[in-house]
């Protein structure tokens, strides 16, 4: 993959990037209607491709938060059509390298020394690149070394790309862009804590020192020696990338083992520490044949706050929906921000029986003892709900904001983690905080 010599940190700069790309997509847009002309029966296949492939193209070039969005979007199973999914995926795995001198520019920086000065070993290409920053290998007194690195200019460049964003998300999700300014402040500070390697460090440390005793999951040794604002030490760790390890054909036993182990691990930080890694793409997961699983990055972290969590659990409670629970229903919908008092009935109405039907089907996995993730069936009646509502004109057309700002990481952890365990095609005990049984 060809090397890129230097990352665009300027707002001037990376605002008219946002405008070239725009400006390629209404080329797309133009060639897809005229060749439309001609034939008819043309569907709309190529022009997603050539889009996906400009907008990539160019998030890949500024790197940073325009870079995290594609990966958080490739995430998405039911937000795009397939051609910007398997596009933007390649933003957890493989995004266009730094080249080396701006990698000796950042250790001169951030530690004082060059990477050759430091470790027996270094490899100048690296051998992963994403959102936020590559990584190398290096050796170091026989042992084996991962080096993240951090791209330049990447956290001056957050807020003001979330600005731009800001109206392109108010106008596709339709709502009031006052009303999304809490949404954006809690995505702009989560994204400026993954930039601060020094916490994700300490963070690394402390979790999965918490999480040691978990059987079957392991973490890398780190080291704050050779860490810095910019770059994080770590052991390296052997495993498998999931889609490497699904062409082995693991059996189902295996299968489920590794698939409750990732359960088990976000079951213990959710309600034992309150708080989690919130990252669950699946460049952040090794998979070994004997079952056990590798955890990396967390550089996104969300903790929880006591009342929101109470809250947020308490709708997979199996007895909110049942007849009889009206009055403490709505108590929790308006503290989780699904209704609100200047709701007219009808839309109270409305927002009621589409969060109750939301709930139980996303609940559902806490109503069993034993749930199949490889469940068809229950993956498309989730796509199905997603696209009706998408659909729905008076859905659409109400412009408030539903939802609490604190609930953003947590779904974006339960979708990951329900996607990784259907492509896992894993059966898993489902285990539940006493308070909830």
């Known amino acids: 993959m060809k090397e890129q010599e230097q990352i665009p940190t300027s707002k001037v700069q990376r605002a008219m990037r946002f405008a070239r790309t725009g400006a390629k997509v209404g080329g797309n847009y133009v060639k897809h209607y005229s060749k439309k002309l001609l034939d008819p029966s043309l569907d709309r296949e190529n022009l997603h491709q050539e889009n996906a492939r400009d907008i990539y193209h160019s998030l890949s070039e500024l790197k940073g938060s325009a870079l995290k969005a594609a990966q958080m979007i490739s995430m998405q199973h039911d937000l795009l059509?397939?051609?910007?999914?398997?596009?933007?995926?390649?933003?957890?795995?493989?995004?266009?390298?730094?080249?080396?001198p701006l990698v000796v520019k950042t250790f001169r920086e951030c530690l004082g020394r060059e990477p050759g000065a430091l470790f027996d070993a270094f490899t100048k290409s690296a051998v992963n690149a994403a959102s936020i920053g590559q990584v190398h290998r290096a050796e170091w007194q026989g042992q084996v070394l991962a080096i993240k690195i951090q791209y330049p200019g990447v956290a001056n460049s957050i807020v003001s790309d979330l600005r731009m964003l800001r109206p392109l998300a108010a106008r596709i999700l339709n709502v009031n862009g006052r009303e999304l300014d809490s949404f954006m402040e809690e995505i702009a500070q989560k994204m400026l804590e993954e930039t601060d390697y020094e916490l994700e460090l300490r963070r690394s440390q402390e979790i999965s020192s918490a999480c040691a005793h978990l059987e079957g999951v392991f973490f890398p040794r780190y080291y704050p020696e050779f860490s810095g604002k910019r770059i994080i030490t770590?052991?390296?760790?052997?495993?498998?990338?999931?889609?490497?390890?699904?062409?082995?054909n693991p059996s189902q036993d295996t299968r489920d083992l590794v698939g409750q182990r990732l359960w088990d691990f976000y079951h213990y930080q959710i309600h034992e520490?309150?708080?989690?890694?919130?990252?669950?793409?699946?460049?952040?997961?090794?998979?070994?044949?004997?079952?056990?699983?590798?955890?990396?990055?967390?550089?996104c972290v969300k903790e929880i706050p006591e009342s929101f969590y109470r809250n947020y659990f308490g709708m997979v409670r199996r007895d909110l929906l049942a007849e009889g629970n009206e009055a403490e229903r709505d108590i929790l919908f308006r503290n989780m921000g699904f209704i609100y008092d200047r709701d007219s009935p009808s839309e109270r109405r409305m927002f009621t029986e589409l969060f109750c039907e939301m709930i139980e089907l996303l609940a559902r996995p806490f109503h069993s003892d034993v749930f199949d993730f490889k469940d068809e069936t229950y993956f498309k009646q989730i796509y199905a709900m997603s696209e009706r509502v998408q659909a729905d004109r008076n859905v659409r057309s109400n412009k408030t904001v539903r939802g609490k700002k604190d609930a953003i990481y947590i779904d974006r952890t339960y979708f990951g983690i329900y996607h990784i365990l259907h492509d896992l095609g894993a059966r898993i005990q489902i285990t539940r905080p006493d308070w909830l049984k």
């Open 81 to 100: 059509p397939a051609a910007y999914r398997n596009q933007f995926s390649q933003a957890q795995y493989s995004a266009p390298p730094l080249s080396y």
């Open 234 to 248: 770590m052991e390296w760790l052997e495993g498998l990338h999931l889609a490497d390890f699904l062409k082995t």
């Open 273 to 299: 520490l309150f708080k989690l890694h919130a990252d669950p793409h699946p460049g952040n997961f090794l998979f070994r044949p004997d079952g056990t699983l590798g955890i990396l990055d967390f550089g």
